[in-house]
């Protein structure tokens, strides 16, 4: 390592001020004082210098938004300050009734002021700083937990890596959004269409996406930006007493904040930057989807305190969805695991609310009747809040001649079987069920799945291609491949084939629970396959049962003993059934003790943390399936705690109380132990 005089160290340090201040004039001030060439060669000097000396390097170093090596993965973090969600005002009179509920707290508090400010559609994030510099940004996640993303933030040139103070203050939480502008996703769109790649549907997605690269040199090339909007935590004394004065102070340390902040003295003045910013909306340069409104004075925000999982100090004003003409090119009719026939509009492609949209779901049969669609109709499109695309109606002045009339199918689309209208429901079912190809291959993918009947290296891909081929018409045919079927198939090995079939093999010793899980019974989730398998003695049983003895069953309303009923009552199901077990699916009802097979059952298991090979649902259903149950939290009647990396207060609950502790390797392995043993 080369040694420093003091003239390198003066000459790096005037080299980090230069390019820090520039940075800020370019990224924040938008009031660029060099040209990009300029900036390039002081960045190249500095990376030059570092290289030589890279004892000289710090946290606050402008090389460190080039990113570094990737991460294995995001680490959890708990914020300090709960980062809660804001209660919603979809209208004038919502917003009214929020200025009345933050008066009757404020007894005797004639005027409240208000600030208002455009909602970002990013992602919040919160960013802490010791004696000015960035030592943490976390995502929100569910507002205790989020992920550590500090590598990454630290690529972001609108974002200071040191504060612009002296001095700094000892600790100040910031909070704000990450967002990526309208041009900066237009460009990252042209560059990724460039290479071949997937394109983003939107700046939201695309931010989202780019923040949770595991490597920030990928971050680093994306157009991300940062906007403050908050201090969480500020210990330093002579803090502003204002949301407007602590927004001010905000842009001094070195943050951008949202040029179109507005001060309101009133709720009437809130209403009209809000009708202002919506007929704005378009014009902006980044996205958003309604107003924040935060009382102005800071002290009284803590006599208004918090709700559960809101402040009663803030709203957001959501503006309405956006809507958009666009034309009915087609109807396309899709068949699910459990018959249901959805109707989907094919349209020409239309931007709505950030999104670029070709195709909606028109719902069930009485949508279309509503709507009275004909193809080429020109129809408005709408995001339903915000989210989910929608024909809303038919501009019927513009149809066109001889136009015809969209007609929900009598028969189904992939097998030709009648489809069902039942009168106790809005949706039609394909009455083909395992014969129907689009059925089938559902059926399978769940059967196959780690809940049920757990067929490692069963995919959905591979599935496809099973029935496509014809190898498979029906989950009994899953336990007829063979060797000579397998290895013809696209992309598929020897070794792959082999291990398929061995899993195959192992799937047939399993338990009632999961039997019934994998039949895919509709609204039959793990516990209700559970409840089953507790109360009725064998599958025969469960098979011949009325309609009553189901509803004796604590939870089994009508509807699901129906549900139940009418899956046995066919011949074709009971067929199936009988065809497994010939085959040699088979699971054992009783120990040498002459206790059900229901190995956990009556124990109480609790999970935290993050696991890597399997998700905390799949672990839930897994557990449940063997007759535990599931809990949130950690007590003395805790069986066992399941605890995935970053396992927090939980864990440290479970040591202080003496429950048996299982990481994720000891956890797997013990399901596989159940899995496979005799009992």
């Given at each position: 390592m080369a040694s420093i005089n003091d003239g390198i160290v003066a000459s790096y340090k005037q080299l980090v001020s230069d390019l820090q201040t520039h940075n800020h004039y370019y990224h924040v001030l938008d009031d660029p004082r060099i040209t990009d060439g300029e900036y390039d060669g002081l960045m190249r000097q500095l990376l030059l210098v570092e290289k030589q000396y890279p004892q000289l390097i710090k946290e606050d170093s402008p090389s460190k938004r080039i990113g570094g090596a990737p991460?294995?993965?995001?680490?959890?973090?708990?914020?300090?300050?709960?980062?809660?969600?804001?209660?919603?005002?979809?209208?004038?009179?919502?917003?009214?009734?929020?200025?009345?509920?933050?008066?009757?707290?404020?007894?005797?508090?004639?005027?409240?002021?208000?600030?208002?400010?455009?909602?970002?559609?990013?992602?919040?994030?919160s960013l802490i700083y010791e004696d000015g510099i960035l030592v943490r940004a976390a995502t929100r996640g569910d507002g205790a937990i989020g992920e550590d993303v500090t590598s990454n933030v630290k690529t972001i040139k609108s974002l200071p890596l040191k504060l612009i103070s002296d001095p700094p203050p000892r600790l100040i939480e910031v909070r704000g959004e990450i967002y990526m502008t309208r041009q900066g996703f237009e460009g990252l769109n042209v560059f990724v269409n460039n290479r071949g790649e997937k394109p983003f549907v939107n700046p939201r997605n695309a931010a989202a996406g780019s923040l949770r690269q595991l490597d920030s040199r990928i971050t680093a090339r994306r157009p991300l930006s940062f906007c403050a909007y908050s201090v969480e935590q500020y210990t330093d004394s002579?803090?502003?007493?204002?949301?407007?004065?602590?927004?001010?102070?905000?842009?001094?340390?070195?943050?951008?904040?949202?040029?179109?902040?507005?001060?309101?003295?009133?709720?009437?003045?809130?209403?009209?930057?809000?009708?202002?910013?919506?007929?704005?909306?378009?014009?902006?340069a980044y996205d958003i989807d309604g107003v924040v409104i935060k009382?102005?004075?800071?002290?009284?925000?803590?006599?208004?305190?918090?709700?559960?999982?809101?402040?009663?100090?803030?709203?957001?004003?959501?503006?309405?969805?956006?809507?958009?003409?666009?034309?009915?090119?087609?109807?396309?009719?899709?068949?699910?695991?459990?018959?249901?026939?959805?109707?989907?509009?094919?349209?020409?492609?239309?931007?709505?609310?950030?999104?670029?949209?070709?195709?909606?779901s028109l719902h069930?049969?009485?949508?279309?009747?509503?709507?009275?669609?004909?193809?080429?109709?020109?129809?408005?499109?709408?995001?339903?809040?915000?989210?989910?695309?929608q024909v809303v109606r038919v501009i019927h002045e513009r149809r066109q001649k001889n136009s015809s009339e969209v007609l929900f199918p009598k028969f189904c689309p992939v097998c030709d079987a009648p489809i069902l209208n039942n009168t106790s429901e809005v949706v039609a079912r394909c009455s083909g069920s395992l014969s129907c190809a689009a059925q089938v291959k559902q059926v399978i993918k769940h059967f196959a799945?780690?809940?049920?009947?757990?067929?490692?290296?069963?995919?959905?891909?591979?599935?496809?291609?099973?029935?496509?081929?014809?190898?498979?018409?029906s989950i009994v045919d899953l336990y007829d491949l063979s060797l000579p079927m397998l290895i013809p198939l696209a992309r598929l090995a020897d070794k792959s084939a082999r291990n398929l079939l061995s899993a195959i093999e192992n799937s047939k010793k399993t338990t009632l629970q999961k039997f019934l899980y994998a039949l895919g019974i509709r609204e039959v989730g793990?516990?209700?396959?559970?409840?089953?398998?507790?109360?009725?003695?064998?599958?025969?049983?469960?098979?011949?049962?009325?309609?009553?003895?189901?509803?004796?069953?604590?939870?089994?309303?009508?509807?699901?003993?129906?549900?139940?009923?009418?899956?046995?009552?066919?011949?074709?199901?009971?067929?199936?059934?009988?065809?497994?077990?010939?085959?040699?699916?088979?699971?054992?009802?009783?120990?040498?003790?002459?206790?059900?097979?229901?190995?956990l059952d009556g124990q109480v298991w609790v999970l935290t943390g993050?696991?890597?090979?399997?998700?905390?649902?799949?672990?839930?259903?897994?557990l449940q399936t063997f007759g535990a149950r599931v809990s949130d939290s950690v007590s003395s009647k805790t069986s066992r705690l399941v605890a995935g990396d970053a396992a927090g207060s939980k864990l440290e609950k479970a040591n202080?109380?003496?429950?048996?502790?299982?990481?994720?390797?000891?956890?797997l392995q013990f399901i596989a132990d159940i899995q496979t043993s005799d009992l």
């Open positions: 991460l294995p993965e995001f680490t959890q973090v708990k914020h300090m300050v709960p980062m809660l969600s804001l209660d919603n005002a979809f209208g004038i009179k919502a917003l009214r009734d929020f200025d009345r509920r933050v008066h009757e707290r404020l007894q005797g508090s004639e005027n409240v002021s208000y600030l208002c400010e455009p909602k970002l559609d990013g992602v919040a994030v002579g803090s502003p007493d204002t949301q407007h004065g602590m927004m001010r102070y905000v842009g001094q340390l070195g943050f951008r904040t949202n040029p179109d902040i507005f001060f309101a003295a009133d709720i009437d003045a809130c209403e009209r930057y809000c009708n202002d910013l919506l007929t704005r909306r378009a014009l902006l009382v102005n004075d800071l002290e009284k925000q803590k006599v208004l305190g918090f709700l559960s999982r809101s402040p009663r100090w803030a709203i957001a004003r959501k503006f309405p969805a956006e809507e958009a003409f666009s034309q009915l090119l087609s109807v396309d009719f899709q068949v699910g695991r459990t018959g249901a026939v959805t109707p989907v509009a094919r349209l020409s492609p239309v931007f709505v609310g950030g999104v670029t949209i070709s195709s909606a069930n049969p009485d949508e279309i009747t509503r709507l009275d669609l004909h193809l080429g109709d020109t129809v408005v499109v709408r995001r339903a809040g915000d989210v989910i695309p799945s780690r809940s049920a009947m757990n067929i490692n290296g069963l995919g959905e891909r591979l599935v496809d291609q099973l029935v496509d081929s014809g190898c498979v018409t793990a516990n209700y396959a559970r409840l089953l398998a507790k109360h009725f003695a064998s599958i025969e049983e469960i098979m011949a049962a009325r309609e009553d003895e189901l509803l004796a069953l604590d939870g089994i309303g009508p509807v699901l003993a129906e549900h139940i009923s009418m899956f046995f009552a066919d011949p074709k199901t009971c067929k199936v059934i009988q065809d497994l077990q010939k085959k040699g699916v088979h699971w054992p009802l009783y120990t040498a003790d002459g206790v059900r097979d229901i190995p993050r696991m890597e090979s399997i998700s905390r649902e799949e672990a839930k259903n897994i202080s109380l003496d429950v048996p502790v299982f990481d994720e390797k000891q956890f």
